[in-house]
């Protein structure tokens, strides 16, 4: 099996980690709406507490963007189901969340000193409860997104499907012309087509109406033949 392209498989990656992020700012954005009245710091600017909302927020849905992007990746080429589309987003919520939480309370708040949402709001917050609260609100909003990603294939997928069948119209109808031209070809000679036309020529130069009358019983005689044609199903 070839190994696939690295410049699509980059561009692959950098969508899903974009959407990772929209979902992220979204959920942030929401959260920082609910919570800024209640900040008990009113000397701390509230572009603090959006900035440490998205970093917690744009991790956890990073971390789900990448791995419903795995479970892309093993099933390639061919699209999610349903069910599995589920279990990557549970899987994504649930891991990405415990991941990048530990990461951001043990390492970055603990070690580096940055405030994260408790530290605004000024109220001491169980860690394992927080945890939960994002795996929740990853699963409600990671669902949503899953569901409008999943309408989305579905709709590509049909109109691929009709691209295809007008394609294979179009191809059938050609197909159908030329069976048709070659049955009319093989009916009509071109030598004698040909000799009549020449004849047709030298007749208007002597004899007009034998002329007409000649022309009138060769469109008879490929009217004919054109209709015999046309009633032949094609094979």
Known sequence: MSSAN???SKQFWLRRAGSGL???MSIAIL???YYYPLVATPDKLGVGLLASLLLSWCGDGVLLAVTV???ERREAPRSLGARQLALAVVIGSIAGVLAWQAFVNLVLREQFGIWVLRDFVGQPVNWSVGVLYHIWLMLVFGGLAAAVYS???RHARMLGVLHAAELSRETSQRQLAEARFAALRARIDPDILFQTLSKLERLYEADPQGADRLLAELIVFLRGALAEV???PAQ
């Open 230 to 232: 046309r009633a032949t």
């Open 31 to 33: 959260e920082f709406a």
């Open 6 to 8: 690295p410049i699509d």
């Open 69 to 71: 992007g795995l479970f």
């Open 22 to 24: 929209l979902l992220g």
């Open 151 to 153: 309408s989305r294939q």
